[in-house]
């Protein structure tokens, strides 16, 4: 298979290796990101590399509280500048009401609701804002929570709802609390509440990375196992919330700092807008002659 120049940047931006391993990498797992990403690990040549792809769509999230209910949701439009616009605001805002109030199971369900139960459904809704603001404009994903009394909802938007959080913490009503759980997933980008959710798959994957790798170092075969247990801590505190020493506080991890206050992280969805999606590339050059051959 033909490396590209593009492969090569994009699995240095997974990576941050050089970019002779990158190249070198991608010749030797014929191309193939995921594996290259493992081969440069395996050198010891580059980290674990985040699961989040190239930020690309324009949008915003939001959050909606309504007693025990709350809803995230992510709304896509073509040009940041409209995200600023009183109207996409309003947008946002019925959108996350409609949300919490009617409970849609999915998008496409949510689409053929009627706004708030009455009128319009809530694509038509959509589709006259569309009109109104002259950019197309999609609600992405959305995702409800539900909980009892003598629990707290967290929410935090960053830069404007370029990165939406919201937490659910049991067992103590401290909104401060929920809100700098939802500050430090913002920032921390954890993938699971605690251990006991990672898959067993994706354990073994580690292992057997953190494993060859050691080998590679060079250390012997009957210390490996050791190191590589304790190289699965790290991996832990990477993507484990509850393992991660609280932004406010490195000294203490978040699993104390939320117990110190009575409580428990039970669940947090966080959405970066338009991760996993990839932007319309432009050729300006070939656009402008485009242009002029007309």
Do not use: W
């Not at 409609?98 to 809530?122: N, R, Y």
């Not at 929410?155 to 404007?160: A, E, P, R, T, V």
């Amino acid at each position: 298979m033909a490396i590209t120049a593009k492969m090569v940047k994009e699995l240095r931006e997974k990576t941050g290796a050089g970019m002779m391993d990158c190249k070198k990498a991608l010749v030797e797992t014929d191309g193939n990101i995921d594996a290259a990403v493992d081969y440069l690990r395996e050198k010891g040549i580059a980290k674990a590399a985040k699961k989040a792809d190239r930020i690309a769509a324009e949008g915003a999230t939001y959050v909606e509280v309504d007693n025990n209910t709350a809803a995230l949701l992510e709304v896509n439009c073509e040009t940041d500048f409209v995200t600023k616009n009183d109207q996409f605001q309003k947008l946002l805002a019925e959108l996350g009401k409609h949300i919490v109030s009617q409970k849609p199971a999915t998008v496409e369900e949510a689409l053929q609701q009627k706004l708030h139960g009455e009128g319009d459904t809530v694509e038509t809704y959509i589709n006259s804002m569309i009109a109104t603001i002259g950019e197309k404009i999609s609600l992405r994903r959305f995702e409800i929570m539900n909980k009892t009394d003598n629990d707290v909802f967290g929410s935090y938007l960053h830069m404007g709802g370029r990165i939406g959080v919201l937490t659910l913490i049991e067992g103590t009503k401290d909104d401060e609390v929920a809100k700098d759980i939802a500050m430090h997933v913002a920032a921390s980008n954890p993938r699971y509440v605690s251990r006991d959710d990672v898959p067993e798959e994706e354990v073994n994957h580690e292992r057997e990375i953190l494993k060859t790798q050691a080998l590679n170092e060079g250390k012997p075969e009957h210390i490996v196992e050791k190191m590589v247990e304790g190289r699965l801590g790290k991996f832990f505190e990477e993507i484990c919330v509850l393992d991660q020493p609280f932004v406010k506080d490195p000294d203490v991890k978040v699993k104390k700092h939320v117990a110190n206050h009575g409580g428990t992280v039970k669940a947090f969805v966080r959405y970066e807008v338009g991760e996993g999606m990839e932007k319309r590339e432009e050729n300006f050059a070939e656009e402008v002659m485009s242009q002029i051959k007309k």
